[in-house]
Nanobody
Framework: EVQLVESGGGLVQAGGSLRLSCTVS????????VGWVRQAPGDDREGVSC???????RDSAAVKGRFTISRDNAKNTVYLQMNSLKPEDTAVYYC?????????????????WGRGTQVTVSS
């Protein structure tokens, strides 16, 4: 059974940093595309970063230079390092996955989802 569990969200001031973690089970990170997707109140889900065997590690244009996705295969964990946070980054952040070898960092289309972790950035 595929499972994804996020952690690391919280309240931070603008300009601060947070690192989100996503521990996965039921599949190998090398075999799936995994991404971070966020959803602010009233907005559609928005892809933030992803990795896949064909595309490597990728960040969307909206967060490039501030957010970085990484992974630790030995720990079955995917990370999202978020720096220079802005109030508009406030959202629920989800870890998501699909059994494919490509990904588009801005796409929110995945088959498996975690429950999400809240990130709130105060001004």
């Amino acid at each position: 059974e595929v499972q994804l569990v996020e952690s690391g969200g919280g309240l931070v001031q603008a300009g601060g940093s947070l690192r989100l973690s996503c521990t996965v089970s039921g599949f190998r990170l090398d075999d799936y595309a995994v991404g971070w997707v966020r959803q602010a109140p009233g907005d559609d889900r928005e892809g933030v970063s992803c990795f896949s065997s064909s595309d490597g590690l990728r960040d969307s244009a909206a967060v490039k230079g501030r957010f970085t996705i990484s992974r630790d295969n030995a720990k079955n964990t995917v990370y999202l390092q978020m720096n220079s946070l802005k109030p508009e980054d406030t959202a629920v952040y989800y870890c998501a996955a699909s059994a494919r070898d490509w990904c588009i960092p801005s796409s929110p289309l995945y088959d498996y989802w975690g429950r999400g972790t809240q990130v709130t950035v105060s001004s």
